[in-house]
């Protein structure tokens, strides 16, 4: 059985513990073992933290890096944030030598050393790239269903670095929904910024709703069932920004938010209560009475 | 090959050059003179302000015949600078030349050690030291002379290829002319007009081609290509392999009356597939041969056996469907190469939505509709509606200095956007064209006060590179741009966008294999010196010149196809050719035959021969670059390096060694 150490992060465990059981549930049915990375922090937040200090980010980063190195078990991340921080910095810490003695004196305090012996990846694509076949068997068909994929930017960028898909175009989140039955809808602006990342949401909120008024205006045209995501940051702003956009300006999208280990949860037949989806800002009945019978009380 | 080593004892004269204040201002040249009159072997030494200068080398010239001299060591700048200059005072001084050798103590030791030196000093004597003792084990080699057929290959029917065949063919020397494509012409017979004279293309080109067709010295070989070539400089032995036309060129009249009843429309090539021809067809109206060819891949019987009307039709009877592929032998003394390039993909750029939207074309399609032979005769429609653009935006640098495609300036798009927009402006003034660009590079003759006639007609020009094109239910497009002299970002709507298209080499990859030609990073055909050197290649006998060498405009094209011919003439004319004695020699006692060598050199300048039923390595004397690969390669130490014997590298690596050591 494949072992993977899974990265919360922050968003996850105190906003949506939803994700968190969801990945649970989806990784046990795909047959692959989550360790708990028992005393990790946040990822560093690559806007935030990264902004001001890249040492700090760094060093806090080699630290969840070593806990999952003490797990023998390389890392799953459920965000693009957290992705983003982690692959990036791993890339630094194995390829600059100087860097990772520089870092290890300082993580040194905390009692802990990192290596450089851990790989980091992003579910989706672990899924996409591990699991197809496994999860074309394990789904009921979604059928009917249209659904508008968001990427998200630290997924893909810089694409030199990640080479994931292509990052002007990229299709494998598109073909996984597919996969499931469903429809994955074009939009405009698809692969546009939800309006949160980059330490924008925490610096200037007005500027972060107004993109993200945008996306949303753009699947609201696409007349989607869903915004899914495939990052707990991007997650939040949608879901949460809908809420504020609604408070600050009187805007109604109502369009329900999905990450991606939700959807699988829910074509895999498992309980929306168990996947977190009544615990949303925005209802997600419109979207769960299209799937099922089953309604979340 | 005369390799007998001196009988009378070795005097060597060393001579220390000051080079102004190059090697002087840092290297204690006194010291060092004073240090190389000790060594062995060595008579005299001495210091000069500039050994490369007259007196420098009539310093050199006197002491050799006063003292005697027989080895003379000279301490200067690199040996790519000077090595030929003091080889002929050598020989001017009666010895024979390979008896100099030369110590860089300039670019490997003063002017990278400048702030140390004593250090720098001490470096030096031991540079001389290791020159001196090689000069030791030093013979006089005698180079090569070889006969030179008096004929080019020329590679590439476009206007380089064409200039550089007329250049050589009015002096008097036989051309073969090699283009791929049924006709001559390349991209330039695509255009319509070309800036900043707006002269036709066609007008200007056609007399050249058909010029180049009817010269008594020129032999076209068109729809062909280059197979393989042996040999060397002044004899390569080429292959060339004649595609079969299926029509009999010598019959043809190109009365047309075959493309008329052909049945099958594609879409043509030529016109970057906005038209259509058949698949019996001329390129264009002004093809040279005007001769018709079949098109296998879309002809009915050559894909389902049936049809044949063009056959049927025919006065002349010229169609022949049996007509085989042939191959052609040459021999020449010359390769100039011309192959020009081929426009970047832009669908690539997958923002702009080239090959998805419709109304996004590229500046040669442009070209084609703006021709009054093209497809739109010359109306210039957009191809989702066919309706005249009032809106028309240039995208500039798609696939040029950008990090992620190539990193060079294509420098020729600029112009063609500002020709562009002027034709626009040309058909409807009241229409609006922008040009989107990252700087304008106006930088030939006459091309800035082009740009500002242009810009005088109401063409506008924004600094920024587009960051997206989006495309609505019209066919309509959405620029997003920043503009970044105000700093603000924009979106704005247009009709057509026209993608400034950089320039790719074009495909010559086995070409180069063949003739082991090397390129520069951004993938063009290196020259043996960008600027001194700007038409040769790293192989003596084979030039290059035009877009094969690097993006460039007509005039520029044209002059460097003219040196081209300039050069590969100074080596016909001169008849023979001398050869560097410094290759590898095998001796056929030790060799295996195993052939490693003969995998590891690049120049494929060593085979196997078999020779009272053993195998051996024979050096092609004139192929070999005295690299040194296979003398290294070889496991059983069979192949000496001439003038780098095993014996004089250990000499002065001991040299070297004991001089650092005191």
Redesign the interface.
């Known amino acids: 059985m494949t072992s993977y150490s899974l990265f919360l992060g922050c968003i996850v465990p105190n906003r949506y513990p939803g994700i968190e059981s969801a990945t649970k549930m989806v990784f046990n049915k795909l047959g692959v073992n989550l360790k708990d990375m028992l005393g990790a922090s946040c990822c560093p937040a690559p806007g935030v933290v990264g902004s001001f200090s890249e040492q700090t980010w760094l060093t806090v980063a080699a630290r969840n890096l070593a806990i999952a190195e003490e797990n023998r078990a390389d890392v799953v991340t459920l965000c693009n944030g957290c992705f983003g921080t982690l692959f990036e910095a791993n890339n630094t810490l194995k390829n600059e030598e100087e860097t990772r003695k520089t870092v290890n004196a300082l993580l040194s305090k905390t009692g802990r050393i990192y290596r450089g012996n851990v790989e980091v990846h992003h579910f989706a694509k672990l899924i996409y790239e591990g699991h197809l076949d496994q999860v074309k068997r394990l789904s009921q068909s979604l059928t009917g269903l249209k659904i508008a994929v968001h990427y998200g930017c630290h997924l893909l960028r810089p694409g030199t670095l990640k080479k994931i898909d292509?990052p002007?175009?990229p299709v494998f989140v598109d073909e996984l929904v597919r996969n499931l039955g469903a429809e994955s809808v074009d939009y405009?602006?698809k692969h546009m910024c939800c309006g949160a990342g980059g330490g924008v949401r925490s610096s200037n909120l007005e500027l972060a709703l107004d993109m993200t008024k945008e996306k949303l205006e753009n699947v609201k045209a696409s007349q989607a069932d869903c915004i899914l995501n495939v990052c707990a940051f991007c997650h939040l702003q949608f879901d949460r920004g809908q809420r504020e956009l609604a408070e600050k300006k009187g805007l109604e999208y109502n369009i329900p938010v999905v990450h991606l280990t939700q959807l699988l949860g829910l074509a895999f037949g498992l309980n929306p209560r168990l996947l977190g989806l009544q615990a949303h800002a925005i209802s997600t009945q419109p979207f769960l009475r299209k799937i099922t019978k089953v309604s979340v009380q | 090959m005369k390799d007998e080593p001196l009988k009378e004892p070795v005097r060597i004269g060393v001579f220390i050059c000051h080079c102004g204040s190059n090697i002087a201002g840092t290297v204690n040249v006194e010291a060092l003179a004073e240090f190389s009159g000790k060594l062995p072997g060595v008579e005299f030494s001495t210091h000069y302000v500039y050994l490369c200068s007259d007196p420098g080398q009539g310093l050199i010239k006197d002491n050799v015949k006063q003292r005697g001299l027989n080895r003379v060591v000279v301490a200067a700048c690199s040996p790519r600078m000077h090595e030929e200059t003091f080889r002929r005072t050598v020989k001017e001084s009666g010895l024979n030349p390979y008896l100099l050798e030369v110590a860089n103590i300039r670019e490997q030791c003063s002017w990278v050690h400048m702030n140390q030196k004593e250090a720098a000093t001490e470096k030096a004597k031991a540079l001389v030291a290791a020159a001196v003792m090689k000069s030791l084990h030093n013979e006089p080699l005698e180079p090569l002379t070889i006969e030179v057929e008096k004929s080019v290959l020329v590679v590439g029917g476009g206007v380089a290829g064409i200039q550089a065949s007329l250049d050589l063919a009015d002096q008097g020397f036989k051309v073969y002319l090699v283009e791929k494509q049924p006709s001559l012409g390349g991209h330039m017979a695509q255009l319509d007009k070309t800036f900043p004279t707006l002269d036709c293309s066609s007008c200007i080109l056609t007399p050249k081609m058909v010029e180049a067709s009817r010269h008594e010295n020129i032999e076209l070989l068109v729809y062909s290509e280059v197979k393989s070539v042996g040999g060397n400089v002044g004899g390569f032995e080429v292959t060339v392999l004649r595609k079969p036309r299926f029509v009999r060129e010598e019959l043809c009249r190109a009365c047309g009356l075959c493309a008329e009843k052909c049945p099958v429309r594609v879409p043509n090539e030529f016109d970057m597939g906005l038209g259509e021809r058949k698949a019996i067809y001329i390129p264009f109206p002004q093809a040279v041969p005007l001769k018709y060819t079949i098109d296998p891949e879309h002809c009915l019987y050559h894909q389902k056996g049936v049809c044949r009307v063009c056959e049927k039709f025919c006065p002349e009877k010229a169609v022949d469907f049996d007509q085989k592929p042939v191959e052609v032998k040459l021999k020449v003394g010359a390769i100039v190469i011309a192959t020009g390039y081929e426009p970047y993909d832009c669908s690539q750029?997958?923002?702009y939505g080239y090959g998805r939207y419709k109304n996004v074309i590229t500046n040669l399609e442009f070209e084609r509709m703006v021709s009054a032979s093209g497809p739109t005769y010359g109306q210039i429609l957009r191809p989702s509606d066919r309706k005249p653009p009032r809106r028309v935006a240039f995208l500039q640098c798609v696939g040029s200095r950008d990090v992620n495609s190539n990193k060079y300036c294509s420098r020729i798009c600029c112009m063609a956007s500002v020709k562009q927009a002027h034709q626009v402006k040309e058909k409807d003034p009241s229409s609006d064209v922008v040009i989107f660009y990252t700087d304008l590079r106006c930088f030939g003759k006459g091309y800035e006060e082009f740009l500002e006639r242009v810009q005088g007609e109401g063409v506008k020009v924004v600094r920024g590179r587009v960051a997206e094109v989006?495309e609505d239910v019209s066919g309509n497009l959405r620029l997003r741009y920043e503009n970044t002299y105000l700093g603000e970002v924009f979106e704005e709507e247009f009709d057509l966008v026209v993608l400034a298209a950089g320039l790719i080499p074009s495909d010559v990859e086995e070409l180069r294999t063949i003739l082991k030609l090397s390129t520069t990073p951004d993938g063009f055909l290196a020259e043996a010196h960008p600027k001194l050197r700007p038409v040769e290649t790293f192989t003596d006998g084979i030039y290059v010149c035009g877009t094969a060498q690097g993006p460039k405009d007509i005039p520029d094209t044209v002059a460097q196809a003219s040196a081209a011919a300039s050069r590969a003439s100074a080596l016909l004319s001169k008849g023979v050719v001398t050869v560097e004695p410094i290759t590898a020699e095998v001796d056929e006692d030790r060799c295996g035959g195993c052939g490693l060598c003969v995998q590891a050199c690049f120049f494929n300048a060593i085979e196997l021969e078999v020779r009272e039923g053993m195998k051996r390595s024979k050096v092609n004397q004139v192929l070999c670059k005295g690299c040194g690969v296979c003398g290294a390669t070889c496991p059983s130490g069979a192949i000496k390096m001439r003038h780098f014997t095993d014996e004089q590298l250990k000499s002065e690596v001991e040299a070297i060694l004991s001089t650092v050591r005191r």
């Open positions: 292509n002007e175009k405009k602006d | 750029k997958y923002e989006l």
